[in-house]
């Protein structure tokens, strides 16, 4: 599984949002259903880090490009009620869903007459509860399976048994109205692989409002932060609408705009970032005379799984890695005056490489 899932109800953003951190078009309509097939975006993830290091390698007035890594965003066919029973678009959603590592929730918090809200009236909570209880009776339906399958393989496996508790217990919490994810986090347990559950998927909010309730989004925006906030889950305020402009609009007016509604950055940059970290991404560098470039691995990846990123030789054959963090680098001006000042690593095959590492890799195959 890769990338984040945009979901939500219909007509609450979604495509919107998604033409906008993709710069796409894909339709927007004002009504239940305009995304029928799945849309695939990929984003580059905001980062002044290979930036900065580019500029050291600056040469006669000319630096190598600075490239940025990526994320993937999927846009999802709105949910209804009665989706893990096939309704609506239900069983379409549920199979995209199952793709991605994680879900972009996006929560209609804005009141607009000539848009169309299924439920009929504007009401954040109501309308997470809605996709959430659909996430849920999905997966209880998953669990049932699953139970049935391990209830007829204990009779000969009696390691089975410890595993089939922890599916009843988890299908009992999930009856009664929690999320996958709050149990497992609340009770220390991993899923297996061979279960990917729709409501054990990191979340990120997406509170959607009006131009007028920027920056800070109003009571229905502080609605979903606090419900965000009590699950340890990101929550970013933005207006698809205006995101969707500023697109089109040249840097210079975008930050005049920007300045205008009381913001600093395009949420979108809050968006992705945010989404990247509910992947539990992290990004290290590599650098040389040609390029500058980001990579993404998982936090806790080893020196040679970081290395098979930018080439599988690389991994094959890794010896060591040289590493230092880019900010010391920054600082000492130049590669060779960071190893003057002693601050170039050299790292092993269990070194964890960390968020913001330049690494230079020597290997041989």
Same mark, same amino acid.
Request: aromatic content about 4%.
């Given at each position: 599984m890769i990338g984040i899932g945009i979901v939500g109800l219909p007509n609450v953003g979604k495509?919107?949002?998604f033409n906008a951190i993709t710069k796409a078009d894909v339709e927007a309509a004002n009504y239940p259903f305009a995304t029928i097939d799945k849309n695939v975006g990929v984003v580059p993830v905001p980062d002044p880090r290979p930036a900065a290091v580019a500029a050291l390698l600056e040469r006669d007035g000319r630096r190598p490009p600075a490239l940025p890594t990526t994320i993937e965003f999927v846009d999802i066919a709105g949910l209804v009620r009665g989706a893990s029973r096939g309704e609506g678009l239900g069983n379409q959603f549920?199979?995209?869903?199952?793709?991605?590592?994680?879900?972009l929730h996006v929560v209609r918090c804005f009141d607009d007459p000539n848009v169309v809200h299924v439920p009929g009236t504007v009401d954040p909570a109501r309308d997470i509860e809605i996709v959430e209880t659909e996430l849920a009776l999905a997966d209880l339906a998953t669990l049932q399976r699953r139970a049935e399958r391990l209830q007829r393989a204990v009779k000969g496996h009696p390691d089975d048994i410890e595993a089939l508790r922890q599916v009843e217990a988890l299908a009992a919490e999930l009856d009664r109205g929690r999320q996958a994810s709050a149990v497992l986090r609340e009770r220390g347990w991993q899923l297996p692989p061979d279960?990917?559950?729709?409501s054990a998927k990191p979340v990120v909010y997406v509170c959607n409002v009006a131009e007028s309730d920027l920056p800070d989004g109003g009571p229905h925006a502080a609605t979903v932060r606090a419900k965000a906030a009590a699950e340890g889950a990101a929550a970013v305020v933005i207006s698809a609408q205006i995101e969707r402009e500023l697109t089109d609009l040249p840097d210079d007016e975008a930050a005049a705009?920007?300045?205008?509604? !009381?913001?600093?950055? @395009?949420?979108?940059?809050?968006? +992705?970032?945010?989404?990247?970290?509910?992947?539990?991404?992290?990004t290290f560098l590599t650098m040389n005379d040609k390029e500058v470039r980001a990579w993404t691995v998982?936090? !806790?990846?080893?020196? @040679?799984?970081?290395?098979?990123? +930018?080439h599988s030789d690389m991994e094959r054959g890794f010896i060591r890695a040289e590493v230092i963090h880019w900010s010391k680098l920054v600082e000492a001006g130049s590669m060779s005056a960071a190893r003057a000042h002693g601050w170039l690593r050299t790292e092993g095959k269990?070194?964890?490489?960390?968020?913001g590492d330049v690494v230079y890799v020597l290997f041989n195959v």
């Open positions: 495509s919107t949002l549920l199979a995209h869903i199952r793709e991605v590592a994680a879900t279960l990917p559950l729709l705009f920007l300045a205008d509604l !009381g913001l600093e950055r @395009p949420g979108l940059e809050r968006v +992705v970032r945010a989404s990247y970290e509910a992947l539990g991404l992290i998982p936090a !806790g990846a080893t020196a @040679p799984q970081a290395a098979g990123k +930018v269990g070194y964890q490489v960390r968020d």
